[in-house]
């Protein structure tokens, strides 16, 4: 036996105490400083006063015979094929990639796309491809921008259309949208079936306003706070997005406290999530008020120790601690954490197809049009198919290939020009804070 190479291990955050991880055992334990200390003596090939000790481990998985570690690595490999080959899709529908925001950190800012407006006959075709090429597979539509709620006749008459066709072929709706038009839209939305509308919100007015204005000027926070309440109110479900960095980090307790108060927090359809401000295809106007990946949630643990409150607001996954608090039981290994072409897919407006929304909008990463003719990049697809922890090098031999996925490959893609490269998560440290947060109990 040796010791696993998928173990995760590590000192607890602000702790006496060591965490031990394995995602293909499916164990996670805490460890007392005596015992950690005896799990590096045998595992750096020392002799155990207590045998017992070692029959544990090896009972978890985190010593185990070479042989048997590969084989119990098919196996779950092939779950997850199965599993993935199963799960639902979400299609992206972008139906503009104009925008009556001019936000600080755009991400589509330097995109060069046709001024088109969405035609009804695109809309078909769309529909048509789904209902041929994904008949078998359950599958959701989210509407997504630019800004797809913008206020005008044609784009509510378009919205309107899309609502319609959704429900012929019995598909929920999520919107992607900045929210400012949102009181105005929620009678045409409620002709849908919607799964939740996703708004971003940066912080408290003074904060958000500075951050997500009008391309012209102008406040919009709160409009967007109007909008949610109207959403809330009619039943619809919220999830909050608020895009961190260091210029709006500590307004987080601010913005957790507004939206207690508000009620939202009570309420069973609103959530949140947060976003990172990061480079994703070229520079921020001031690159050095990014955090990274694990500063970021640091950050964010300090701030929910001085505020508690925080927590009923929002509660980060730090890697699976979260998964495992809440279900008592760690999450099946993730072999790939990039759902491009395979449980996401993205389409525009100008009948073009991508691999995910990280890539929509750049031309030169078009995957195929389905409008007005059915055309694929078929060598390019089958790339985006076949990333994996299993085609990464960097992945091979990793201990953190299993909580990490090999990240995102369109980050990838653009930091190396291939999407069979990582894009590694600090999966140890964020498993040293979550063990914190969430507490240390077996």
Request: hydrophobic fraction near 35%.
């Amino acid at each position: 036996m040796r010791y696993s190479r998928y173990n995760i291990f590590s000192r607890i955050r602000n702790s006496e105490n060591y965490f031990i991880v394995n995602l293909l055992s499916g164990n996670a334990d805490i460890l007392s400083p005596g015992e950690a200390e005896q799990l590096e003596l045998v595992r750096n090939g020392g002799a155990l006063s207590d045998p017992r000790f070692l029959e544990e481990l090896a009972e978890k998985g985190y010593f185990i015979d070479e042989e048997e570690e590969r084989a119990a690595y098919r196996t779950k490999y092939l779950d997850f094929i199965d599993a993935r080959e199963k799960e639902e899709i979400q299609l992206f529908f972008i139906t503009n990639y104009s925008c009556n925001f001019s936000c600080s950190y755009c991400y589509q800012d330097q995109y060069s796309n046709q001024a088109a407006e969405l035609d009804p006959s695109v809309i078909d075709a769309f529909f048509s491809y789904v209902r041929k090429e994904f008949s078998s597979r359950k599958k959701y539509i989210t509407v997504f921008g630019g800004e797809p709620l913008l206020n005008s006749p044609r784009q509510k008459s378009n919205i309107e259309y899309i609502i319609a066709k959704s429900a012929e072929e019995d598909l929920k709706l999520c919107f992607v949208t900045n929210g400012y038009t949102l009181e105005e839209y929620i009678p045409i939305l409620k002709k849908g079936k919607i799964r939740e509308i996703q708004v971003t919100l940066d912080g408290t007015a003074d904060f958000h306003n500075k951050r997500r204005h009008l391309r012209g000027g102008g406040g919009t926070f709160e409009k967007i706070v109007k909008g949610i309440d109207a959403c809330l109110a009619n039943d619809l479900d919220v999830n909050l997005r608020i895009v961190i960095d260091r210029e709006n980090m500590d307004n987080l307790p601010e913005l957790a406290r507004f939206a207690i108060d508000k009620g939202w927090t009570s309420s069973e359809h609103f959530k949140t999530q947060v976003g990172r401000n990061y480079e994703l295809h070229h520079c921020q106007a001031d690159p050095e008020k990014l955090f990274s990946r694990i500063s970021l949630w640091e950050r964010i643990s300090e701030l929910t120790a001085k505020y508690p409150f925080i927590s009923e607001f929002y509660r980060p996954a730090y890697s699976v601690t979260k998964f495992l608090s809440e279900n008592g039981e760690l999450p099946d290994p993730l072999f790939d954490s990039c759902p491009a072409c395979k449980s996401e897919w993205a389409f525009d407006y100008l009948g073009k197809i991508y691999s995910c929304t990280a890539t929509v909008g750049k031309s030169d990463e078009a995957l195929g049009t389905f409008y007005p003719v059915v055309r694929l990049e078929r060598e390019e697809i089958m790339k985006w198919e076949g990333r994996d922890v299993t085609s990464i090098n960097e992945c091979s031999e990793c201990s953190l290939q299993l909580a990490c996925g090999g990240g995102c490959g369109s980050v990838a893609k653009n930091r190396t020009g291939s999407v069979y490269a990582s894009d590694c998560r600090p999966i140890k440290e964020l498993l040293e804070l979550g063990f914190s947060f969430f507490g240390e109990s077996r």
